[in-house]
């Protein structure tokens, strides 16, 4: 049986304050509690509705719908870890600003797909365990590595150490057209810009080079969505390594 004070305690795991205070986040459904488990991230809690009733699940939950299992799961220190140093040689994204929750967890499914080798994201990112994000990933939170970094500093050491970082501008060279290093012989940085106004002065002085995906007929769009864009360029970037193979 659940407290009130239980109650509460679970239901402000929904704000970021007290997540961080708490170093935990929560999950729900029985498919991203059973990946959770079986990624080894370590379950402090874990609930039912089959066993605290319907109502009880309703107030813990995040959801519209509370779903039959929800589970208090504690944060791996990476995620709060601010990385300055090149990474070892594979092809990693890099959010410069990424606000909006569904984005951030669909750019996390993607990097799942195609095998990244980790996400680093701003301090301005949207944050990892926020309850929308979460969901928006469908398991792809367990089995991204995932750090916050500073953008700028973490693209200049890695173009230090002969690695290579590619921006995604609207004016870039056209990415089918521009050759790509994979990341097999070295580090290999994609970054996404904000989705209002992309990437950053700041780490656009760092990028080694701008590359875009170009659009077709008579498009009015003015832009990709960033979740759409980083699929494109990763379905890009992976065919190659296919390539070279």
Known sequence: MLSAKDIKRLRALGQKKF???EGAFVVEGEKLVREAKES???????????DIGEAAMERISQLSSPSPVLAVVEKP?????????????????ALDGIRDPGNLGTILRCADWFGVSGVFASADTVEISNPKVVQATMGAIFRVKFA???IPS???????AGG??????MDGTNIYKEGLRTG???PVIIVIGNEANGISAATAAEVSARISIPAYGNSGMESLNAAVATAITLSEFR?????NE
Do not use: H, N
């Not at 220190?77 to 994204?93: F, Q, R």
């Not at 973490?154 to 230090?160: D, E, G, P, Q, V």
């Open 154 to 160: 973490l693209c200049r050491a890695t173009r230090a």
């Open 239 to 243: 065919r190659r390594c296919q390539g």
């Open 77 to 93: 220190s990476a995620w709060d870890e601010m990385k300055v140093d090149a990474p070892e040689a594979g092809l990693y994204i």
């Open 164 to 169: 290579i970082v590619y921006g995604t501008f």
């Open 40 to 50: 080894g991230f370590r379950i402090r809690e874990c609930y039912r509705m089959a």
């Open 184 to 186: 097999a012989d070295g």
């Open 19 to 21: 997540r961080d205070e």
């Open 148 to 150: 916050r970094a500073d």
